[in-house]
T-cell receptor, first 112, second 113 residues
Framework: GENVEQHPSTLSVQEGDSAVIKCTYS??????FPWYKQELGKRPQLIID?????GEKKDQRIAVTLNKTAKHFSLHITETQPEDSAVYFC???????????FGTGTRLQVTL | DGGITQSPKYLFRKEGQNVTLSCEQN?????MYWYRQDPGQGLRLIYY???????QKGDIAEGYSVSREKKESFPLTVTSAQKNPTAFYLC????????????FGPGTRLLVL
């Protein structure tokens, strides 16, 4: 089955700097890659997603890139703000299995 | 995701007891999912259902059971066979044909007395 690895597990950046979180996946049939943000004690919220026919997608300060050949995708957050502090999860979706496989999460802390 | 509700917010289980977690959605989504979240780990799939009266085991189904008698409801029972049930349980739903985009409920935290 699909295996998704996520790095780093923790990331601390200063306000205004950029943050990058990377994920790799194993199943070449995976075709959809969402990113979720989870604040402490809250539900995961979808923040951006990308499909396998697209290399990059942007939404204001966040962007996701996908390299199908290397089987990795990354989340980029620019001009970080304290409210960006949360745990971020990547995931990969395999249509044949009809399920999402999640990475283990990255705890992002934005310091003043 | 405001259309998915879970209850209770906190649940306490005694040894040997079965407990049931509720999940309801009014989004008219066909597919529903149950995940378990442990500290420092990602979300692991317990069970999922793509249509009423049908469901499939996920990666960690042992010690759990589900039912899907109505489209809007997908309750999860944590049985006494689940020896380490303490975790944060999240329910999600999606439009079946676009099953990859999932929206989560607020979660239930289960603790063992």
């Amino acid at each position: 089955g699909e295996n998704v690895e996520q790095h780093p597990s923790t990331l601390s950046v200063q306000e205004g700097d950029s943050a990058v979180i990377k994920c790799t996946y194993s199943d070449s049939a995976s075709n959809y890659f969402p990113w979720y943000k989870q604040e402490l004690g809250k539900r995961p919220q979808l923040i951006i997603d990308i499909r396998s026919n697209v290399g990059e997608k942007k939404d204001q300060r966040i962007a996701v890139t996908l390299n199908k050949t290397a089987k990795h995708f990354s989340l980029h957050i620019t001009e970080t703000q304290p409210e960006d502090s949360a745990v971020y999860f990547c995931a990969g979706y395999t249509g044949t299995a009809s399920k999402l496989t999640f990475g283990t999460g990255t705890r992002l802390q934005v310091t003043l | 995701d405001g259309g998915i509700t879970q209850s209770p917010k906190y649940l306490f289980r005694k040894e040997g007891q079965n407990v049931t977690l509720s999940c309801e959605q009014n989004l008219n989504h066909d597919a529903m999912y149950w995940y378990r979240q442990d500290p420092g780990q990602g979300l692991r799939l317990i069970y999922y259902s793509q249509i009423v009266n049908d469901f499939q085991k996920g990666d960690i189904a042992e010690g759990y059971s589900v039912s899907r008698e109505k489209k809007e409801s997908f309750p999860l029972t944590v049985t006494s066979a689940q020896k380490n049930p303490t975790a944060f349980y999240l329910c999600a739903s999606s439009i079946e044909t676009l099953g990859e985009t999932q929206y989560f409920g607020p979660g239930t935290r289960l603790l063992v007395l």
